[in-house]
């Protein structure tokens, strides 16, 4: 063969050269191109936990099938209906994954090995496989429990029983609440707590004389809620596959329009427990904030009067629902409630803390302790009526990922109310309060919507579907309409009192007449918007979006509108900075689609608009939605788009944190 040559500076070798290094690029490009797709297609599927090697065509196909929404939909929109349409975007957006990293493993403070010991529904025994890490195999188990319990008015603080109970590999319990502890040479080695569900002889006789007292009421449903702090309904199905897969099997209907109505927990769940807004149920019953909830009506209550035994637990104590910079209850509000447990063992043996919570308790992780309780719940009152609300926010609360490292724990509790039938007297629901409230995906157009858009499925047993044949069908047709926690609310109380849910019961509601909370189980009718369901318009997602040019004079109108709102809510706060104007991060005007025959192409004598901005000092980002006409007014609240750690801890005002900087 010819040696190939050419002079560099020779035209012939130029041309050649240039010929040459051309075709190299064209190779390297498609290269490059190749390798790029084929990377983000892996990244998609590696989120969820999957190596590589792991994955080929027929497995990839496999799972983007399982993440496709349960409840078909139509035209791009997950609800398109006249008042409402919601885009359907991909839980896998390449624009949105770059912001969303593969969780790694929590390594617990306390460390890696197993639990010295376990618990079932009523014992506790030592774990042959931990034994070794405590003891030599000569030595015997030096162990004793002792209960707590809630003590006396006090949501926040326990009593520890003087006696401990010694047992060497297993024990018996028929207390509430236990905490074990274990010595070696004389020293203490290892320290656990544990929870019961044992039956309590004035609950049960409760109960006797309501089954007594109305012996032909009907077949009483219990209710099962499974909840899951800051979980988005895409971000649950990018995260969590295999939860979504049992739940797909188990013939849950996901609520694909289920839509927040204010910004954090509380005023999200406080409409699903009472039907309220965070205003209506201040202004009833609890305008004090220095006194507790105990007057409020909660659902519980209701359940209860009705033979029901109710039980509350959460975990991550520090930020619970009713007690994070709130009092809390004076009287235990349920017959069975989880506080106790989650005081006494997150300060004693709580560990790994980030940001707000606990992740782990010793070696367990905290999530996985509730779940374990719930799982006792179900099994000890599977034949008995029950309402049982428990709420997870320890994993999820503050990293958009974390629900990655659920899926499997998740998954298996489903499994297992499955495997042993526990669900057959139940309704059980699985479900968030809204998505990712901070933070840089929160940021983007789909961060901000997924924030409104929490995850909601709802189960029936196959008696209940038969028996109330019409309320079923009509929740799989809700399930691409615009609901709202005002609308499970109202499905609870049907439930509660079946006689509500009579075919002749389940007819629509005309535009004219519709009240904010509609039962999931009755017919929502398509002209439904946000205003008629009680979502205020910061929050609504019913909308179409158009970006404002930041060259727009409107623009500076807008900042400082929103800088003097924020500041004269810190005004009487001495101790709290004023915030001046640092950047322009976003602007949008929002469209309304609703239509209306009569004035469907007639614009409203007003603009709405989005605006995020950054402010000094703090560097705080916030977004406030204002509608402008002659003047500029706010729409509910200002958002806090980015965690704000202790830069207010001198304020104790849970709202008022999310905007103080102090001084």
Sequence with gaps: MAKMSFEVGSPKGGIRLKRWLIGLLIVLLASLLAINSFTIGQFQIIAHGTTVNQVNDKEAKAHQESTTTVTSVQSGYVVNTKGCQIPDLSPFEPSSMRFIDKAKPIVCEYGTHLPLIESNNSAIFVNPEARGHYYNGTESIDCCWRSFWRSDNKDNEVTVSKDCHLFQETAFVNDEFIRVECQRHNESIYRDYFSFVPRKLHVEERCRNYKRDFPTSPRQLSVLVVGMDSLSRLNFRRSMPKTLSILKELGAVEMLGYHKVADNTYPNLVPVLTGLSQEEFEKLCWNNHKKPFDRCPLLWKNFKTKGYRTIFGEDACYMTTFNYLKPGFRVQPTDYYLRPFCVAAESEIGNTHKLNADLCLGTRLNYAALLHYTRKVAEEFADDPYFGFFWEASLTHDYIEYPQLADDNYHYFFDYLDKYNLMRNTAVVFMSDHGMRWGSFRQTYQGRLED????????????????????????????????????????????????????????????????????????????????????????????????????????????????????????????????????????????????????????????????????????????????????????????????????????????????????
């Design 452 to 663: 409104s858009l929490p995850t909601m499925f709802l189960m029936t047993p196959d008696w209940w579907k038969k028996q109330y044949s019409n309320a079923w069908q009509q929740l799989q047709i809700n399930s691409k309409r615009l609901t709202t926690p005002f609308d499970f609310h109202e499905t609870l109380w049907d439930i509660l009192d079946p006689s509500r849910l009579i075919k002749e019961n389940i007819s629509a509601y005309n535009s004219s007449f519709c009240p904010r909370g509609i039962s999931m189980f009755k017919a929502i009718p398509e002209e439904r918007n946000c205003e008629m369901a009680g979502i205020p318009e910061h929050w609504c997602m019913c909308h179409v979006r158009y970006n404002v040019s930041h060259n727009d004079p409107i623009l500076e109108k807008l900042v400082n509108f929103l800088v003097l709102e924020i500041n004269a809510m810190l005004k009487k706060h001495k101790e709290c900075a004023q915030l001046q104007f640092q950047s322009l991060v976003d602007a949008k005007a929002l469209s309304a689609v609703v239509e209306n025959d009569e004035k469907k192409h007639r614009p409203p004598p007003w603009v709405d608009y989005s605006v995020t901005i950054k402010t000094t000092p703090g560097n705080a980002i916030f977004e406030g939605s204002i509608r402008h006409n002659d003047s500029f007014y706010l729409i509910d609240t200002i958002s806090r788009l980015n965690a704000y750690g202790k830069q207010s801890a001198c304020v104790d005002d849970f709202h008022l944190r999310l905007y103080c900087y102090c001084l």
